[in-house]
């Protein structure tokens, strides 16, 4: 996504429900209460599910994830994540 594109003008990447991969380590940036600030909330590869989607300024969708080991659920932007699902294609014979 460019810097100047609204992603919200499109539909959202990813689902409720979707079974997600953090892409990198996502610390508290001082929005997750009862964390101190700069405390790690998921770790690259920690794997979780989607339990809702909002808004960041009107511009970028924010993926609220439940990560099940830790049990933080963490708002995540596109970028941070990826699907952890693979999908296998079946075959017709």
Known sequence: MQSDEIEIDSPPQYEIGEKVRVRKLIRNDGTFPGKDIGATLAK??????IVSIGTFLQTSYIYAIHFIESGNVVGCRSREIETAEVHKLETIS
């Open 44 to 49: 690259k590869g920690d794997v979780g599910y």
